[in-house]
């Protein structure tokens, strides 16, 4: 069946530190891609999305790029901030009426 | 992008009691809703799928007869938790999807539950 496999946590940087969280999947057909992040006591929220391969999804300085030859989608930032600290999710769909397969999540926590 | 709007977002209830959960999309119809369930610390666990008009779906190991889903309307599901126990305390989050708006889904805030 379609999975998601997204890196354990916690992850804890320092400010303006790299961030990588690897997410790489597995789907029959093709899947549209995701990364929603989840503040402490909140739902989900989108941060970006791609719907096909080579596509980048970008949005508040994270991106992440649909590659097809690798099944990954990792997440970036090049300089995390404090207000960065949640909780990371992975996902991924094929139809679309479907629920979403989520990966397990990764907090990242950053530190001033 | 669209909004989902749930409600309550917080409730303490006794055990023994029922607590009903309303997840409403304010702004698009949604054929299709979904209910999940957060264990702190972890990943969404998929309870039920929400169809207008039909009976809901639950993925195995849910008690359907306690965690009643109704979805009566394209913009309102709502989710009773029947006989509450302590171990039904939990983060329970709605999510919702209209094809107009491709192939994301949108979430509800979340409902923290706890049964005392």
């Known amino acids: 069946g379609d999975s998601v496999t997204q890196m354990e946590g916690p992850v804890t940087l320092s400010e303006e530190a790299f961030l990588t969280i690897n997410c790489t999947y597995t789907a029959t057909g093709y899947p549209s891609l995701f990364w929603y992040v989840q503040y402490p006591g909140e739902g989900l929220q989108l941060l970006l999305k791609?719907?096909?391969?080579?596509d980048k999804g970008s949005n508040k300085g994270f991106e992440a790029t649909y590659r097809k030859e690798t099944t990954s989608f990792h997440l970036e930032k090049g300089s995390v901030q404090v207000s960065d600290s949640a909780v990371y999710f992975c996902?991924?769909?094929?139809?679309?009426?479907?629920?979403?397969?989520f990966g397990k999540g990764t907090r990242l926590s950053v530190i001033a | 992008g669209a909004v989902v709007s749930q409600h309550p977002s917080r409730v303490i209830c006794k055990s023994g009691t029922s607590v009903k959960i309303e997840c409403r999309s304010l702004d698009f119809q949604a054929t299709t809703m979904f209910w999940y369930r957060q264990f702190p610390k972890q990943s969404l666990m998929l309870m039920a799928t929400s169809n207008e008009g039909s009976k809901a779906t639950y993925e195995q190991g849910v008690e359907k007869d306690k965690f009643l889903i109704n979805h009566a309307s394209l913009t309102l599901s709502t989710l009773t938790v029947t006989s509450a126990h302590p171990e039904d305390s939990s983060f329970y989050i709605c999510?919702?999807?209209?094809?107009?708006?491709?192939?994301?889904?949108?979430f509800g805030q979340g409902t923290r539950l706890t049964v005392v």
């Open positions: 999510s919702a999807r209209d094809r107009s708006f491709s192939t994301e889904a949108f």
């Open positions: 996902a991924l769909s094929v139809s679309g009426n479907t629920p979403l397969v």
């Open positions: 791609a719907t096909k391969a080579d």
